[in-house]
């Protein structure tokens, strides 16, 4: 039986050796936390054309996140691309011949790319969060204030929660381009839409990333938001939930389908 | 050793693998032959634990696959030339896997240099021919310096002296006391490597017998006949006279006859007592490869009968697949029994046609429409 250590180390190679990795975890940094900036300086100089109840509610905390948006995106096909090129290349048939216990493949898997897109969501979280700070000048609000260092850390978890989420569906899916379509979609638009939908709303805010956003915000329902009926870790929660059923769905079928 | 039993895998309606039982031996080259679509590759998964057979099982060294332990330090494995991820350099990808087994890295740049990719080994394999992803995935089977080793189809997409190289390789590894398992849908190739072979069509067992054993069983004598092409009523009259003798008589395309079941003396006599003149007369052995091509043909054509070696029993009727004969387009104008509609046609693409038109369409048990002869395989002739 291949080991855990040695299943671990042979999937940091694989992870480390294609160029893939790189630039979606470089792009997932550069468009957080450069839209982040932008934003904050942007909302810096506007601040008085902002309506009274989204003056009220001003988070800078959540604002230093606006690029997560974009950002997440990224992290959906580093986390598509780290499962799916395993079907598209094939190589998923040499993989399970070397392992041929799939859940310790699969997990390993998902471990290893799962804690490396956690440390890089960390970074861009921390980095994201001071550089848009500075942006928003006396506006701004202190790593040392309440609650701030948990929104912090919960943008790095929020970013690696979706790559692992997108691991998960992936495995599902046992296609790039099929998980792909259909996740880049669903988090840019469709999740966005419903939840701006009188409604869909109740729907959509136990959707992963509605949920898992809470987490970046300071202030109660930050600017302007709607209000939840669940605090920054409960809906932190639901979103673990969303992943653990995509993980669980992709280690099922990895288990009973033939490779 | 590898040993399946009763090994079956139904897709749906399609069933690949019929109750297949084998056993590959440790020592020797055992070739797995089939025509393309015959279940080869199904076959291979399932002994690596991929696919889940809907019926029987298969172990390797009496364990199933997926409870060996430390299954690439025993069973290497090259399933598909192409499964690699291209963006990963050649040796990356050989580490990635030497580091599940707990091999050490320096194993890796010496099967790079086993299977002569040193030079290329920081490459990316996206810009990997086809030779040379055979290469690399030869290398990934020799990884763990395992005692059972497969490969699906080797030599495709090598250049002659990667064949002579595999060809060696393999007998090498038998010759070291490891169980060698190679696929392959071309007899030629398995005529010169393997020590023992096995044979399947429409996933069905035909044949399980060493090398020599299937030559002799299996390549047959004939005559080859040719009277002038001013006659064609001496053709007639000595095809009535050798029937009448006992002999089985068939067109080959070009106008020749091919005679079996009579000697060549014999021939000479009767065609004399008929005066008709001969202008060859000529003893030729049929191929391995058209013995290959007939077994396999006969389980597609005889596949709804109760006993799918029907068509093979019977002594042979060798008309003329593979052999390499130019003009093939010319419809013979032979006499007799042999319908050769389609002699040369290439297989059709995708999926054989159901068994259930088959039969209907039989002219006669002689008659073997070869429907599906890859015509790239017809020019190999007494390949032994």
């Excluded at chain 2, 580091?99 to 040193?118: K, N, W």
């Excluded at chain 2, 002296?161 to 398995?190: D, P, Q």
Aim: with cysteine; glycine share 10%; net charge negative.
């Amino acid at each position: 039986m291949a080991s855990v250590p040695a299943v671990l180390t042979s999937e940091w190679t694989k992870i480390r050796s294609v160029s893939s990795t790189t630039w979606t975890l470089i792009s997932a940094f550069v468009v957080t936390v450069v839209m982040g900036a932008a934003l904050s300086a942007l909302l810096n100089a506007t601040f008085d054309d902002l309506s009274e109840a989204e003056q009220a509610t001003f988070d800078p905390t959540f604002v230093s996140f606006s690029g997560t948006v974009l950002g997440q995106l990224a992290m959906v096909v580093f986390g598509v691309l780290v499962v799916g090129t395993e079907y598209s290349s094939g190589m998923i048939r040499t993989s399970l011949a070397a392992v041929p216990q799939r859940a310790t493949f699969l997990f390993s898997k998902i471990a290893v790319a799962g804690v490396l897109a956690l440390v890089v969501g960390l970074l861009t979280s921390f980095v994201s969060f001071f550089l848009s700070q500075a942006m928003l000048g006396d506006r701004g609000t202190d790593i040392g204030a309440d609650n701030v260092l948990r929104a912090v850390v919960g943008g790095g978890l929020y970013m690696g929660l979706i790559a692992i989420f997108s691991m998960g569906v992936a495995a599902m899916l046992r296609s790039s381009m099929l998980s792909l379509g259909i996740l880049m979609p669903f988090f840019f638009l469709v999740s966005q839409i419903l939840a701006a939908v009188p409604g869909a709303k109740d729907v959509a805010r136990y959707f992963p990333d509605q949920a898992g956003s809470k987490i970046m915000q300071v202030v109660p329902d930050a600017m302007n938001t709607d209000p939840a009926p669940y605090g920054p870790w409960g809906g932190l929660g639901i979103m673990v939930l969303w992943v653990l059923a995509a993980v669980l769905g992709g280690f099922l079928v990895l288990k009973n389908r033939d490779a | 050793m590898i040993e399946a039993v009763g090994l079956t895998k139904r897709y749906g309606a399609k069933t690949a693998v019929d109750d297949l039982s084998f056993q590959v031996r440790p020592g020797a080259v055992t070739g797995f032959l089939g025509p393309n679509g015959s279940g080869k590759s199904t076959t291979m998964r399932m002994i690596l634990g991929l696919d889940s057979p809907t019926a029987g099982h298969v172990t390797i060294g009496g364990h199933p696959y997926r409870s060996l332990p430390n299954a690439p330090r025993q069973v290497g494995a090259l399933l598909d030339a192409k499964g690699v991820h291209g963006g990963r350099t050649a040796r990356n990808h050989l580490l990635s896997l030497a580091q599940l087994a707990g091999i050490p890295a320096a194993r890796v740049d010496e099967v790079l240099g086993v299977v002569g990719l040193q030079d290329v080994a920081k490459r990316r394999t996206s810009g990997f021919s086809l030779g040379m992803g055979q290469r690399l995935g030869i290398a990934a089977a020799l990884l763990g310096d395992p005692q059972v080793l497969l490969f699906d189809e080797p030599v495709n997409g090598l250049d002659p002296e990667g064949i002579h190289w595999v060809r060696n390789l393999m007998k090498m590894l038998a010759a070291e006391g490891r169980t060698v398992f190679v696929s392959s849908h071309l007899m030629s190739e398995m005529a010169l490597t393997a020590d023992h072979l096995i044979v399947i069509g429409r996933g069905r067992l035909l044949s399980d017998m060493s090398v020599t054993d299937f030559i002799s069983a299996n390549s047959a004598d004939f005559a080859r006949v040719r009277v002038p092409e001013d006659g064609p009523e001496d053709r007639q009259k000595l095809t009535a006279t050798l029937v009448e003798a006992g002999g089985r008589v068939m067109s080959e395309p070009g106008g020749a006859l091919r005679v079996t079941g009579l000697p060549l003396p014999r021939i000479s006599d009767l065609a004399h007592g008929c005066d008709v003149r001969l202008w060859e007369l000529s003893p030729h052995q049929a191929s391995l490869e058209e013995a290959y091509m007939r077994l396999t043909q006969g389980l597609v054509d005889y596949r709804s009968t109760d006993d799918a070696k029907a068509g093979l029993a019977e002594p042979p009727p060798l008309d003329a697949y593979g052999y390499p004969i130019g003009g093939h387009v010319d419809e013979p104008v032979a006499p007799v029994e042999v319908p050769q509609e389609g002699w040369y046609a290439p297989p059709p693409p995708g999926p054989r046609p159901a068994p259930a038109h088959s039969p209907a369409a039989e002219p006669s048990p002689a008659a073997e429409p070869s429907s599906a002869v890859p015509a790239g395989e017809q020019t190999s002739k007494d390949l032994r």
